[in-house]
Nanobody, 120 residues
């Protein structure tokens, strides 16, 4: 069983910053990609940023220049530093991880989500 635990959400004023963290635990052999997704009220879940084990990153256009994703492979953690936050960044942020468990079984898991609210 692989689990993700997120932290760091909250209420912030527009222009402020937040740092989200996600820690993976369980029978993990390796994690290939870790990412953050956002689901705004009434909208579908969408990619915010993703990072591979080698450090390659991909960002949604809305996140480029404001958000930075990073990971610590030794600790199986991923972080999302969000700066210059806007009201449209409001939503539930979900961590996602995909990789292999011991025994070579593939896994993909989601965290429980953490709420980010940006007030204008």
């Amino acid at each position: 069983q692989v689990q993700l635990v997120e932290s760091g959400g909250g209420l912030v004023q527009a222009g402020g910053s937040l740092r989200l963290s996600c820690a993976a635990s369980g029978s993990i052999f390796s994690i290939d990609a870790m990412g953050w997704y956002r689901q705004a009220p009434g909208k579908q879940r969408e990619l915010v940023a993703v990072i591979t084990r080698s450090g390659s990153t991909n960002y949604a256009d809305s996140a480029k220049g404001r958000f930075t994703i990073s990971r610590d492979n030794a600790k199986n953690t991923v972080h999302l530093q969000m700066n210059s936050l806007k009201p449209e960044d409001t939503g539930v942020y979900y961590c996602n991880a995909a990789g292999e468990k011991f025994g070579a079984a593939h896994f993909e898991v989601w965290g429980q989500g953490t709420l980010v609210t940006v007030s204008s």
